[in-house]
């Protein structure tokens, strides 16, 4: 057996086992993380996020060559086990890890670059947390319909890369949104090839309050269920309804979820528009395990 040590962390609800492997030396299996992330017979996760040097994980190699300065790569593993692209919850909590293990140094008003398996992502300290860069968003062009359990009906569904897949539908009422059942995964027609995150958005009423969009949002995360929270999940739905606004819809939003407020802001960058998403991360407790 090897004994594991661990911290556990989440961001609006969205929960993550945090392990420091600075030198690449750890290979978990799909198996062991989906053992380590069950709810009734492991720690309990939505995931693993690893802390491994860049230059130490093979991924690792085109994010130094997109940015020298991203020591930290993030391995981002779902409950299941699988790749994941990217986590905008996670990636701040992996940031307080850092910040907490002596990983990294943050000083006020500075930038810290954290490769992921979608680039590099740019973050900086925000009033209640952090706020990272997302990059480059887009509209794949592919929207299915979507089929929720315990939704009437099938619904037209926009799909966003941000760079996670999301497929993003509106729902008739908050009843509607309180009553789907996202313990099963929903059916996308067609199915994309890798899967994708599913958001239901429902907007608040004023939609726009001082110049911010409000939106109400519920997630089912390829891999790992409904959850909390997804960040780049937030930041697909409030995409999905300013497209849905249409001229003159902000660019600031509000995005609630079971486990609490995340922002969204969209803004002009050299190559494109960009969003940034911000919000809370606080690091739970620390343990070891046997595995």
């Known amino acids: 057996m090897t004994t594991l040590e661990f911290t556990k962390g989440q961001g609006t609800g969205n929960d993550f086992v945090l392990i420091a492997d600075?030198?690449?030396?750890?290979?978990?299996?799909?198996?062991?993380?989906?053992?380590?992330?069950?709810?009734?017979?492991?720690?309990?996760?939505?995931?693993?996020?690893?802390a491994v040097r860049s230059s130490r994980i093979p991924e690792g190699a085109a994010a130094l060559a997109e940015e020298s300065a991203a020591e930290w790569f993030m391995d981002y593993r779902n409950a299941d086990g699988s790749i994941a692209e990217m986590c905008g919850n996670g990636i701040r909590v992996f940031t307080r890890f850092l910040l907490a293990e002596g990983l990294a140094e943050f000083a006020p008003g500075s930038t810290l670059p954290i490769a992921t398996r979608g680039g590099v992502r740019d973050l900086q300290a925000s009033a209640n947390g952090f706020s990272v860069d997302l990059g480059r968003w887009r509209l794949d062009g592919t929207d299915p319909l979507v089929h929720v359990r315990d939704l009437p009906v099938a619904r037209p569904g926009v799909a966003i890369s941000v760079p996670?897949?999301?497929?993003?539908?509106?729902?008739?009422?908050?009843?509607?949104?309180?009553?789907?059942?996202?313990?099963?995964?929903?059916?996308?027609?067609?199915?994309?090839?890798?899967?994708?995150?599913?958001?239901?958005?429902?907007?608040?009423?004023?939609?726009?309050?001082?110049?911010?969009?409000?939106?109400?949002?519920?997630?089912?995360?390829?891999?790992?269920?409904?959850?909390?929270?997804?960040?780049?999940?937030?930041?697909?739905?409030?995409?999905?309804?300013?497209?849905?606004?249409?001229?003159?819809?902000?660019?600031?939003?509000?995005?609630?979820?079971?486990?609490?407020?995340?922002?969204?802001?969209?803004?002009?960058?050299?190559?494109?528009?960009?969003?940034?998403?911000?919000?809370?991360?606080?690091?739970?407790?620390?343990?070891?395990?046997?595995?």
């Open 164 to 291: 996670n897949p999301h497929v993003v539908i509106a729902v008739a009422d908050e009843a509607e949104l309180d009553a789907a059942d996202l313990g099963y995964i929903p059916v996308l027609d067609p199915a994309p090839a890798d899967g994708a995150n599913v958001e239901l958005v429902f907007p608040r009423d004023p939609l726009v309050a001082a110049g911010v969009g409000r939106i109400r949002m519920r997630v089912h995360e390829r891999g790992s269920g409904e959850t909390l929270s997804c960040g780049t999940g937030a930041a697909a739905a409030a995409l999905a309804t300013r497209h849905w606004a249409g001229q003159g819809a902000p660019d600031a939003w509000r995005v609630e979820v079971p486990g609490g407020v995340v922002g969204v802001r969209m803004f002009a960058a050299e190559d494109g528009e960009h969003v940034a998403l911000s919000g809370p991360a606080e690091l739970v407790y620390t343990g070891r395990l046997e595995i």
């Open 22 to 50: 600075p030198d690449g030396e750890l290979d978990l299996t799909p198996a062991q993380i989906a053992a380590i992330c069950d709810r009734h017979f492991g720690v309990g996760a939505d995931g693993i996020l690893r």
